[in-house]
């Protein structure tokens, strides 16, 4: 991927005003050059000034019936920083009206009065989709169940670039749920659109779904799957670690069989190469001791802080800004 760098580019580039983000597969290169393009911009202007007025007078609803703090805070301050306000549903949908019966569509077509974009983390696939189609300002999936969770998958992508300076010839390892999780579903798809390598670590249970392995295999790429973090290590350029999703589980004796089976630690650590990045998308409950943080490879807060960036430059295109 080459950065956008001219006018013609940004502007080719610049098919987002108005419009919802509700998958990864709205994206191709081209447009994740120009979002990256306006990430770097957005990190200048926090690095140099603090902040814009580029949103002064728009307003972002941000919608969360599920936990979250990246997402949820990184949007927020998103806004805050381009001069824009928030009205946040995020400390408890409980304290809405939700509590009372209202249902999304009808909370969607309330807020909508208020504000110029909403942002919707939801436990059901398919809801970010079903909110759009009810509103008239651009909506903004934060999460839709186990379903997909682009904004991660684009900020996931941009520290991959920034850390290594490319996203070709690329060896990728995803290590854990990759049957729930919902930010190596988005990040996968998005990785179609390059030539990498793929490598799925997982428990039989949690295998990456079929259809997204189907598309993996459509787009001709080379892909594995194993159990064993060992048969990846050596090779990765990028192990991106992810959580096993409690909240998922139906049967939790299923969850306690499979919590627990991998953690990368130190020793892990020094069988990888010296350039590769260790990635998470966050919050980790046990799956990368502490004790790899100090590591220069640990890559998974300064991807945190990639996230506002990546917003920014989302918040301000679907504005058109
Ligand atoms: N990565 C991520 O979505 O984190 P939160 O659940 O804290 O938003």
Request: charged share 25%; aromatic share 6%; hydrophobic share 40%.
């Amino acid at each position: 991927m080459i950065l956008a760098s001219t006018n013609e580019t940004v502007e080719a580039g610049n098919g987002f005003n108005h419009k919802d983000i509700i998958s990864v597969s709205q994206f191709n290169t081209k447009n994740l050059d120009y979002i990256f393009h306006r990430a770097c911009e957005m990190r200048d202007v926090v690095e140099q000034d603090g902040c814009s007025d580029l949103l002064k007078g728009k307003v972002l609803a941000c919608l969360f019936y599920e936990p979250s703090t990246r997402t949820s805070a990184s949007f927020i301050a998103a806004m805050d920083r381009l001069g824009g306000r928030v009205i946040p549903i995020t400390q408890g949908v409980q304290f809405s009206s939700v509590s009372k019966g209202e249902s999304l569509a009808d909370t969607i077509r309330t807020l909508e009065q208020y504000a110029d974009v909403i942002v919707l983390r939801h436990p059901e696939i398919g809801s970010a989709q079903l909110a759009a189609d009810y509103a008239d300002v651009p909506v903004i999936n934060a999460g839709d169940g186990a379903g997909e969770h682009p904004t991660q998958a684009l900020l996931d992508l941009f520290t991959i670039y920034e850390e290594l300076g490319t996203l070709e010839n690329l060896k990728i390892s995803m290590v854990g749920d990759l049957r729930n999780g919902r930010t190596v579903h988005s990040l996968t798809k998005l990785l179609t659109l390059y030539k990498v390598n793929l490598r799925f670590v997982s428990p039989e249970i949690l295998r990456m779904p079929l259809t997204i392995m189907n598309e993996v295999i459509d787009a001709g790429i080379n892909v594995r799957e194993t159990h064993d973090v060992a048969d990846v290590i050596k090779n990765a350029d990028v192990l991106y670690v992810t959580r096993v999703q409690k909240e998922r589980f139906t049967d939790l004796s299923q969850y306690e069989e499979v919590k627990g089976h991998y953690e990368i630690t130190p020793e892990i650590m020094s069988q990888a190469k010296e350039k590769m990045i260790i990635m998470h998308p966050l919050p980790r409950v046990g799956e990368i001791h502490d004790s790899v943080d100090s590591d220069p490879r640990a890559a998974y807060f300064r991807q945190v802080k990639n996230g506002m960036y990546i917003r920014m430059a989302l918040l301000a295109a679907v504005l058109g800004k």
